[in-house]
């Protein structure tokens, strides 16, 4: 038995003081350049189900449901009204669907009112249509909420027609790649 286990031990030692060669780094495959200009004649690719600012069709078709990011609210409000839960509830599934999406949720208001009025009308209309979504699924993380009170207007106007459309939340996306509109 003693006659085996020194060879045995002779020969694990030389194997693990045996060293692997380290590869010469200047010997890899060459790298072709690919900068271009626009006299290649080569047009843009965008990858397939992607808009230019890198967000899925889904979401920017105006075909889709997704496509809707406005919820408006009635004058004083930050009530998410009957007619616009199930957009809510469509942003909810696709945020709980896509965890790696986030969504900011811009609260907005018409002119009318003091400035600071406005601005925590439109933090109240974000803070309702955060919570909705949250509620249905999508994880805190994923949702922020600003104000920006009067100082986005959807519409210039000064009639009521105009302060409607100003009276809002916006959503808009961004996905874990940094891809999106905010």
Same mark, same amino acid.
């Given at each position: 038995?003693?006659?085996?286990?020194?060879?045995?031990?002779?020969?694990?030692?030389?194997?693990?003081?045996?060293?692997?060669?380290?590869?010469?780094?200047?010997?890899?495959?060459?790298?072709?350049?690919?900068?271009?200009?626009?006299?290649?004649?080569?047009?843009?690719?965008?990858?397939?189900?992607?808009?230019?600012?890198?967000?899925?069709?889904?979401?920017?078709?105006? !075909?889709?449901? #997704?496509?809707?990011?406005?919820?408006?609210? *009635?004058?004083?409000?930050?009530?998410?009204? =009957? +007619?616009? $839960?199930?957009?809510?509830?469509?942003?909810?599934?696709?945020?709980?669907?896509?965890?790696?999406?986030?969504?900011?949720?811009?609260?907005?208001?018409?002119?009318?009112?003091?400035?600071?009025?406005?601005?925590?009308?439109?933090?109240?209309?974000?803070?309702?249509? !955060?919570?909705? #979504?949250?509620?249905?699924?999508?994880?805190? *993380?994923?949702?922020?909420?600003?104000?920006? =009170? +009067?100082? $986005?207007?959807?519409?210039?106007?000064?009639?009521?027609?105009?302060?409607?459309?100003?009276?809002?939340?916006?959503?808009?996306?961004?996905?874990?790649?940094?891809?999106?509109?905010?």
């Amino acid at each position: 038995m003693k006659k085996l286990l020194i060879p045995a031990l002779l020969s694990a030692l030389i194997v693990g003081c045996s060293s692997t060669p380290i590869p010469d780094d200047n010997g890899g495959a060459p790298v072709e350049s690919r900068t271009g200009g626009s006299n290649t004649g080569v047009a843009p690719v965008v990858a397939g189900g992607l808009d230019s600012r890198g967000l899925p069709r889904e979401l920017t078709d105006p !075909k889709s449901t #997704l496509a809707q990011r406005s919820i408006y609210f *009635d004058l004083d409000s930050y009530e998410v009204k =009957g +007619e616009y $839960k199930d957009l809510v509830a469509a942003h909810a599934k696709y945020l709980v669907a896509n965890r790696g999406f986030k969504v900011l949720l811009q609260g907005n208001t018409d002119e009318r009112g003091s400035r600071e009025y406005n601005l925590s009308l439109g933090q109240k209309r974000a803070d309702a249509v !955060k919570r909705s #979504l949250t509620l249905l699924g999508a994880r805190e *993380d994923q949702v922020e909420s600003v104000s920006l =009170g +009067e100082e $986005k207007p959807k519409n210039d106007g000064h009639d009521e027609s105009a302060w409607a459309e100003n009276r809002r939340a916006d959503i808009l996306y961004r996905a874990a790649d940094g891809r999106g509109e905010f």
